[in-house]
T-cell receptor
Framework: DAGVIQSPRHEVTEMGQEVTLRCKPI?????LFWYRQTMMRGLELLIY????????DSGMPEDRFSAKMPNASFSTLKIQPSEPRDSAVYFC??????????FGPGTRLTVL | GENVEQHPSTLSVQEGDSAVIKCTYS??????FPWYKQELGKRPQLIID?????GEKKDQRIAVTLNKTAKHFSLHITETQPEDSAVYFC????????????FGQGTELSVKP
């Protein structure tokens, strides 16, 4: 298996633009997690899905953030409109049965 | 909800010495405690984990201990090497959290040759 796949790996955009981050979990995994990592706040859980259903989105910072998982092999995290304080590395991770989470390579987002 | 505190935030050791990183958690029902290593510019990767029915687990130079009464768990690295330099994160999984992990703030370990 190729592991968790994220795209794009780097994204530079201007304030106010819409940003869409994509994730393909490991085949067979039934849980998917979106994290944000910054120096100031560390590794924060934004939202997670179990069997494609959002379970806990209490970490989503604002209504500007939304996430979807239309099927078992794809998820998106959208920021609209983006702001400079959204600049961070966004990780997607997947797991099966509440065990080890496997992280993707991350998307480094810069909002100018 | 669950809260995980990790100490120290930075740790510097000489090559060959041991390193210990400590974490405490708040939810006594938490039942899974992984440790992740993140090298600069890379993704976090699992290095060892322990479940609540076990007090200690070892894998070569790495060991983890769990004290459920004190709600405390620790990572021990022996005979440290320069390639152990990285940021280490502890985490706890609340029971019923369906695999959700709450991460500590991280410890930046520097091993000096």
């Amino acid at each position: 298996d190729a592991g968790v796949i994220q795209s794009p790996r780097h994204e530079v955009t201007e304030m106010g633009q819409e940003v869409t981050l994509r994730c393909k979990p490991i085949s067979g995994h039934n849980s998917l997690f979106w994290y944000r990592q910054t120096m100031m706040r560390g590794l924060e859980l934004l939202i997670y899905f179990n069997n494609n259903v959002p379970i806990d989105d209490s970490g989503m910072p604002e209504d500007r953030f939304s996430a979807k998982m239309p099927n078992a092999s794809f998820s998106t995290l959208k920021i609209q409109p983006s702001e400079p304080r959204d600049s961070a590395v966004y990780f997607c991770a997947s797991s099966f049965g509440g065990n080890e989470q496997f992280f993707g390579p991350g998307t480094r987002l810069t909002v100018l | 909800g669950e809260n995980v505190e990790q100490h120290p935030s930075t740790l510097s050791v000489q090559e060959g010495d041991s390193a210990v990183i400590k974490c405490t958690y708040s939810d006594s029902a938490s039942n899974y405690f992984p440790w992740y290593k993140q090298e600069l510019g890379k993704r976090p990767q699992l290095i060892i984990d322990i479940r609540s029915n076990v007090g200690e687990k070892k894998d070569q130079r790495i060991a983890v201990t769990l004290n459920k009464t004190a709600k405390h768990f620790s990572l021990h690295i022996t005979e440290t090497q320069p390639e152990d330099s990285a940021v280490y994160f502890c985490a706890a999984s609340p029971r019923g959290g369906r695999g959700k992990l709450i991460f500590g703030q991280g410890t930046e370990l520097s091993v000096k040759p």
